[in-house]
């Protein structure tokens, strides 16, 4: 950053919200004549709102600044506002079609304070040209969300203390806040603008946002020397008779997945077999043949039976899928031999109440700590179902997928989950990119699913295929 003149990446990002900007109010009757008012807090945040808002002005717009702390607003910001035909106001106008939200930006902590707080919740009454409710523009991010974590603090009348954003303009990067915790709902449509910060970003980031492109690249494809053992086996022990449908499910899954052949080894043997008759099905993990994963879980109970069942899986020196009963089965601790004495992965996919269960606490606002702590104790790559499904590793890289929907949130959908994952890690896949995929695919058949009308899992289980033939 030495090599840079101060204000350079101000001025780029000033620049780079100033155009979302134009483009916002261009859909509400042009820019010139539109009104723009602008939240300046005491720090930079304030002052990329203050420089964009003299772009906007110089291109006609009426932009007035409220400023929360006058005395420490960016002088620059100010004098270029100014400049521009800008001015400054002490209460919200009468009208605005835009907001620029510059209170505060990843310097802020806490939530927000009076007199924002209060500010903030009558933007709302704002009204544009059209009649319509002001568009809402975070920079940078939300103001009052915790950066990090993604958790929206509330005050003492339980009143959530950020702002809520139709669109957030971040720079250089995505923060945590924008795509996990309750904070990625206040953040809206998150845009990304380039300030040019590559070269100076070094190291590791602390969040990888799974995307497509990731997703093209590392799915498994066939070749012409392709044969069903070497693209992989998978076993499937889920299930029992009291829950056939657990089993059906999970094979749904892996069968979606890139492997040749999918095991089933269980009491619900005879369902899945009418149901996906490709599968070779066996009633004891013991007689199972090799696989190359295991997924065991779901379904299964947790009586004595099911208990042999996991200690059998859990020998076997392969990566396995714990889900659902497996987890509940690890809580007393009796499994932790077998667990220590691993060298293959272990990937948990708990919710959250399977997490407390397995921690003593729940999840609590910071997903992505959560995971990794959990991931750290178990020495397995934790997926944290959610909204924001949250994958960390023990060596403390962490994912979010970016894909999920509230249609997921239906019995079953993990069953499917869970055997695609299985099929990702026979497949070959290490286990936390096996888990981000899987996260990934799941959400967007669980979105073309809904296309089609109210979601069960079968139908999750069945968008998998049209979602996989868009990969190419
Ligand atoms: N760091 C960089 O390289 C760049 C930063 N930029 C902008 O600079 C921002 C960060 O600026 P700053 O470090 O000045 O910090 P902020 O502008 O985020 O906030 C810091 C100020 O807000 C006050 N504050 C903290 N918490 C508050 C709360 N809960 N309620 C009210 N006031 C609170 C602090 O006392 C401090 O004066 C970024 O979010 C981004 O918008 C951009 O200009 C581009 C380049």
Redesign the pocket.
């Known amino acids: 950053?030495a090599t840079l003149p101060a204000g350079t990446?101000?001025a780029?990002?000033?620049a780079g919200l100033a155009r979302r900007c134009a483009l916002l109010l261009a859909d509400r009757g042009g820019v010139y004549g539109g009104r723009v008012l602008l939240l300046v807090?005491?720090?930079?945040?304030?002052?990329?709102a203050l420089f964009a808002g003299a772009h906007l002005a110089r291109r006609g717009a009426a932009v007035e600044a409220l400023l929360?702390?006058p005395g420490?607003a960016h002088a620059d910001g100010r004098a270029a506002l100014r400049a521009a035909g800008g001015r400054t106001v002490d209460d919200l106008p009468a009208r605005a079609d835009l907001v620029l939200d510059?209170?505060?930006?990843?310097?802020?902590?806490?939530?927000?304070?009076e007199p924002?707080a209060r500010l903030v919740q009558r933007l709302g009454n704002l009204r544009g040209r059209d009649g319509g409710r002001a568009t809402v523009v975070a920079?940078?991010?939300p103001?009052?969300v915790a950066v990090d974590t993604g958790h929206v603090p509330h005050d003492t009348a339980g009143r959530p203390g950020a702002l809520r954003a139709d669109v957030t303009v971040a720079?250089?990067a995505l923060k945590p806040a924008l795509v996990v915790g309750d904070a990625a709902a206040y953040a809206g449509q998150v845009e990304l603008v380039d300030?040019g910060?590559g070269p100076w970003l070094r190291g590791t980031p602390v969040l990888h946002v799974t995307e497509f492109s990731d997703v093209v690249d590392d799915w498994p494809r066939l070749g012409p020397r392709s044969e069903k053992y070497t693209r992989g086996v998978v076993g499937v022990a889920t299930g029992s008779a009291t829950y056939p449908g657990a089993a059906v499910l999970s094979v749904a899954g892996a069968l979606a997945g890139p492997t040749g052949l999918v095991r089933y080894a269980g009491t619900a043997a005879a369902e899945v077999l009418h149901r996906h008759p490709s599968v070779i099905a066996t009633g004891r993990v013991a007689d199972a043949g090799r696989v190359q994963a295991w997924v065991c879980g779901s379904g299964l109970g947790t009586g004595a039976e099911a208990a042999a069942e996991l200690r059998t899986v859990l020998a076997a020196p392969v990566p396995v899928v714990l889900d659902a009963d497996a987890l509940t089965m690890l809580v007393d601790g009796s499994m932790a031999d077998r667990l220590r004495d691993r060298d293959a992965p272990i990937v948990v996919t708990p919710h959250d109440r399977e997490y407390a269960r397995l921690c003593g606490e729940e999840p609590g606002a910071d997903r992505v700590g959560a995971a990794l702590r959990l991931a750290a104790w178990m020495n397995a790559v934790v997926l944290l179902k959610g909204d924001r499904t949250v994958i960390g590793t023990p060596a403390g890289r962490a994912y979010v997928n970016p894909t999920g929907t509230p249609v997921l949130a239906t019995g079953g959908t993990g069953d499917v989950l869970a055997g695609l994952l299985g099929s990702l890690l026979a497949a070959g896949l290490p286990a936390e990119r096996a888990a981000a995929l899987a996260a990934y695919l799941h959400g967007l058949a669980g979105r073309e699913a809904a296309r089609h009308g109210p979601v069960t899992a079968p139908d999750v289980a069945a968008a998998l295929r049209p979602v996989l033939a868009g990969l190419g």
Request: overall charge negative; charged content about 15%; proline content about 0%.
């Open positions: 950053m990446l101000m780029r990002a000033a807090g005491s720090g930079d945040n304030g002052g990329d929360l702390s420490q510059g209170i505060v930006g990843i310097g802020g902590s806490g939530g927000l304070r924002a920079v940078d991010v103001s009052g720079f250089g300030i910060l």
